[in-house]
């Protein structure tokens, strides 16, 4: 019984984030300047920049120059490239058949977990007039 009235008071806790888009550009360059320029950042905005805002948290990142944006899933780039970012987008968990049109249109680069989806980008690439994907 205890248990359970300290799960029922602990989920309803009041949860405060404040995000401090200067101190995250700050953070940015702190790392930046910390591995060196021989080290590429991939600045993991997934989940909606965990709960922070993944389309203020990319500009904020773009601005710092980021080279690199990692999501989750087609559906987080999407929003991402609607609010006109350019940075390269990777989709850390991959892509299912039928979002390799959307992936290249975007020009995001999907993790491949089977070979074969080399080739559904390929064929996707061809379909939509680009002779290459990525680069």
């Given at each position: 019984m205890a248990t359970i009235e300290i799960a029922k008071r602990a989920a309803t806790r009041p949860t405060w984030a404040e995000v401090s888009?200067?101190?995250?550009?700050?953070?940015?360059r702190t790392i930046r300047n910390y591995i060196g320029s021989g080290v590429t950042?991939?600045?993991?905005?997934?989940a909606y920049a965990y709960g922070?805002?993944?389309v203020e948290c990319s500009k904020a990142l773009e601005k710092e120059g980021a080279t690199w944006l990692g999501v989750t899933s087609l559906d987080e780039a999407i929003p991402l490239r609607e609010e006109g970012i350019e940075t390269r987008i990777l989709l850390m968990t991959g892509f299912w058949r039928g979002?390799?049109?959307?992936?290249?249109?975007?020009?995001l680069?999907?993790?491949?977990?089977?070979a074969g989806q080399v080739e559904l980008l390929q064929k996707a690439a061809a379909r939509i007039g680009i002779k290459r994907h990525g680069s």
């Open positions: 888009l200067p101190k995250l550009r700050e953070n940015y950042v991939c600045a993991v905005v997934k922070h805002g993944a979002e390799e049109e959307e992936i290249v249109r975007l020009g680069t999907a993790t491949i977990w089977e």
